[in-house]
């Protein structure tokens, strides 16, 4: 797997705050000029999970189970329902009933 490259690190000589950019001035400590560069940041590592990466046209969003909200129209345009886990945002101009429709 690939690895990220290593970050640059800064970090105060004074109170030991750390950036990942050069600052003329400490934010933890206010002085001027105390940051130097270290060593880089160690990378980050790849998330490590049992869940193999895949192509989006090869899922078969049949297999997912759904929860039903009720509302035909709503579930028609999620799918089938909402997705267990999953997060769905609801926008759109003031007034056209986002707050009724949820309720």
Do not use: F, H
Not at 41 to 68: F, K, M, N, T, Y
Not at 73 to 94: A, F, H, I, K
Request: hydrophobic share 40%; charged share 20%.
């Amino acid at each position: 797997m690939a690895t990220r490259a290593a970050r640059t690190r800064y970090a105060c000589r004074q109170c030991g705050y750390e950036s990942p950019r050069w600052l003329g001035r400490c934010p933890s400590c206010q002085a001027w000029n105390s940051l130097a560069l270290e060593a880089p940041w160690p990378s980050r590592p790849a998330a490590a999970s049992g869940a193999a990466v895949q192509r989006l046209q090869d899922i078969d969003p049949s297999l997912e189970s759904r929860w039903a909200t009720g509302l035909a129209e709503l579930d028609r345009v999620l799918g089938g329902g909402v997705v267990p886990g999953s997060v769905v945002l609801l926008g759109g101009e003031p007034g056209i009933g986002k707050s009724t429709l949820l309720l």
